[in-house]
């Protein structure tokens, strides 16, 4: 079959780009099964012959189009839900393989107790051999909200287990409350510049993004309550605490008078913190939520990330009206997240070796954070020196583009996140996100003359 | 701060039912913190005196309705997004605490090898440290995804690595592709009955369901075909392989025939398989996706359940451009399953006692159906004995209805699944789901006998 259909290839039967016979119809040509017609086309697909196009069938390659990703070359869409778009503008710059990472906000591991946490693991299972074969209810395991709770109000926030939701990661948090909160044609507050897959969500739910710049000393409020007033917006996306990825923390009578205005204006505030525990001298205010009385904060506090990024256990929390109507997603969405992954984390987040951890952790990262301050002392480059977090936002040079500058660094195998990518309207060419949280001192140091090298001559 | 409180409720000042001041106004009324009326609202609330409603206040308690479950009493409603509705009509089944528990299609514990997999998983974890460190790619481990693959190949379908989606349970990847493939007015085809969350997350999309019954030799091939025709449907859910709830499989001829319409009027099929390796004498037939040349299948694979549930890995298979378009959503929901539970399910899956533990399994459940069947055998109820899978569908005598037979038995302590909550059209009032897999043969017993005393002297 297939050498059938290689001589008539290489014999000039079909031309270039053009559709070969659909499965079904070579199959009847030729008296073979559909599927022994299918395996040969894979090959030849595999072989770069043809180009998969399932739909709208095989055609003959004509050329590997520059840039080509795997999956892609696709002609046909199913264009029936709102999903196909782009994924995470993120992910296309973690894909690349490259020596000096910085763009990703992801702590060494090296840095975490792995060794601790597998021997917590296996007392765990061992102790609990039903666990695997238990399923979590939707809301998360009883016992772990019940603990979290109590530790939470120890940091000042008044909650109780009910107020608490469990779930696969703060990803998934953001994304139940976004879906449960708003629709296609709703307005939404959005920091400039922010998260980015937060961007990538919103613009996939056709919400429309009104953005508040957040600067070092937090927000302009008299332009958010404008805003507020005149658009009504549904809701706004905060990262008030070691902002990402400008580093930023927004002051407490910020954080007060934001929810006056909330509460004025009825605009829900989804309040995401991540890394409030990586401070470097002091810790940060107290999150938003923690003056929630009235009801309108969603407050997603991850705190995997610095024990066991695999894990993927984070928290919603939120008043019970507000749970009440993001409950519902998270039944459909998965019923639960699984239980081994929350019973370990409460396992080791609880142990006194948590603190330790978290002690010696702010120490490795600070050193991280200041070896890479050090390695840009002379470029003339600029930002504010962050109190904790993981990331520097830097300011490039009149005239030098950030998208640019990523091109060249690559070619020198260092990366790091360009502005555009965390600004909702795309621009902020002039800054770039270093995360000095994955590199030991000397690779970033390394790192970082790359990018300099790159940026040589730019600008 | 309750003590006024209190004693102002006690004397009338305001009366049952009324809206007591905001914690804002009481706060300033009384010169304290709104942290300071919040704790005393509450400790009222728990005390039975007030009633939350968070968005309007706090409401003096009149009495407790009846049947108030946790959580509600709400009176303001979000109503923002489309997610406000009911979460699932079985979990509220499910919830009820009794004896005899026939209403849950789930494994019983002391079935499955859990000893044997805590092992597995203590050396898992004991020989890749880093595994809670690190975070798994969207699409699944990619070693785990080439192992499946293989046994899949082994299993007579035609499809790679790249096909295949690992997602958390099965739950999740039904989540996605509806999601992914339908907006709020589209069409769907479903079966008629159907596995009840299908129903629910239908709902909640705002998606026309258009029924097809399922029958002891599988469908209506010239409805679906008319439907397809006319109504132009975007996808069709269905559950070909000891069907829930009924235990019906449909016959390869139609599996085939499926597909040609499928591709005719341009349907997808989402195909749920869970059950298909508990049969009870042959082998069920291929799925649907085994004859999946031209990309219209979407399969959902479980396999955790007859494991370890807990671990919450199943699979989503489908030709690359389908794929295309579910990715996204998985990237935004929760970035990839947890790595853990994963090598975890790999690690057991791939073991030569999974096999010798399914052999086990198969006759287990099928003693448990005989069991059921025989204590049933005096009843006169009337159902087709299924060649696999979980459940008895059982059709009641004339005139005795489902719902009044399981309030009924409730009171007795033993649950099943009523009929209308597996119907799209809330019908089947003359038909029980009872599932024979968690209790063990004495207590089906006892359970059946209760579910008979109950329907003793109805219909």
Redesign the interface.
Same mark, same amino acid.
């Given at each position: 079959m297939e050498e059938a259909l290689r001589s008539g290839l290489r014999h000039g039967r079909w031309a270039a780009g053009e559709k070969i016979p659909?499965?079904?119809t070579m199959a009847e040509e030729l008296g073979v099964h559909?599927?022994t017609?299918?395996?040969g086309y894979?090959l030849l697909e595999e072989e770069g012959l043809l180009e998969?196009?399932?739909?709208s069938g095989y055609y003959v390659r004509a050329e590997v189009p520059a840039g080509e990703a795997?999956?892609s070359g696709?002609r046909?869409?199913?264009g029936?839900?709102?999903?196909?778009?782009?994924?995470?503008r993120l992910?296309d710059i973690h894909r690349r393989a490259v020596r000096y990472r910085m763009s990703e906000a992801?702590?060494d591991?090296t840095l975490?107790p792995?060794?601790f946490?597998?021997r917590h693991? &296996?007392e765990v299972?061992?102790s609990q051999?039903? !666990? *695997?074969?238990?399923?979590?209810t939707?809301m998360g395991d009883g016992e772990l909200r019940e603990a979290m709770a109590g530790y939470m109000q120890d940091r000042r926030l008044?909650l109780?287990a009910?107020e608490l939701m469990v779930t696969?990661?703060a990803? &998934?948090g953001m994304?139940l409350a976004f879906?449960? !909160? *708003?629709?296609p044609g709703?307005k939404a507050l959005i920091e400039r510049p922010t998260y980015s897959?937060a961007i990538?969500?919103l613009r996939?739910l056709g919400v429309r993004m009104l953005p508040v710049e957040i600067r070092p000393d937090g927000y302009d409020l008299d332009r958010v309550e404008k805003l507020m007033a005149a658009e009504r917006p549904?809701l706004f996306y905060l990262n008030p605490t070691y902002h990402n990825p400008t580093g930023y923390t927004v002051p407490v009578r910020q954080r007060k008078a934001l929810l006056e205005l909330a509460?004025r204006y009825r605009c829900?505030l989804i309040e995401d913190e991540a890394y409030s525990d990586l401070y470097f001298h002091e810790p940060p205010p107290a999150p938003l939520f923690a003056?929630d009385?009235?009801?309108w904060v969603v407050y997603l506090r991850s705190y995997s990330k610095y024990i066991?990024?695999?894990?993927?256990i984070a928290f919603l929390a939120a008043?019970?009206?507000?749970l009440?109507?993001?409950?519902?997603?998270k039944?459909?969405?998965?019923?639960g997240?699984?239980?081994?992954?929350q019973k370990?984390f409460q396992s080791f987040f609880f142990s006194h070796r948590m603190q330790e951890h978290l002690a010696k952790l702010r120490v490795a990262v600070s050193m991280r954070k200041e070896a890479m301050e050090q390695a840009l002392s002379a470029s003339g480059w600029s930002w504010e020196s962050p109190a904790g977090g993981l990331n520097l936002w830097v300011r490039l040079p009149e005239g030098m583009q950030a998208s640019r500058l990523l091109e060249r660094s690559l070619e020198l195998s260092a990366a790091f996140v360009p502005g555009p990518i965390c600004d909702p309207l795309d621009a902020m060419q002039d800054r770039i996100r270093l995360s000095y949280s994955l590199l030991d001192e000397r690779r970033l140091a390394e790192g970082l003359a790359r990018v300099l090298e790159a940026a040589e001559g730019m600008g």
């Open positions: 659909s499965v079904r559909r599927l017609v299918l395996k894979r998969a196009s399932y739909r795997a999956g696709v046909w869409s199913y029936a839900g709102t999903a196909c778009g782009a994924e995470s992910s992801l702590l591991p975490l792995n060794r946490l597998a693991a &296996q299972i061992a051999p039903l !666990l *695997l074969s238990t399923y979590s939707v008044e109780s009910e696969t990661g990803q &998934q994304d879906r449960a !909160l *708003l629709q709703d897959p990538d969500m996939q549904k509460e829900i003056y009385t009235e009801g066991a990024p695999g894990l993927r008043r019970p009206p507000l009440a109507a993001i409950r519902p997603l039944a459909l969405a998965d019923g997240t699984p239980l081994l992954g370990l």
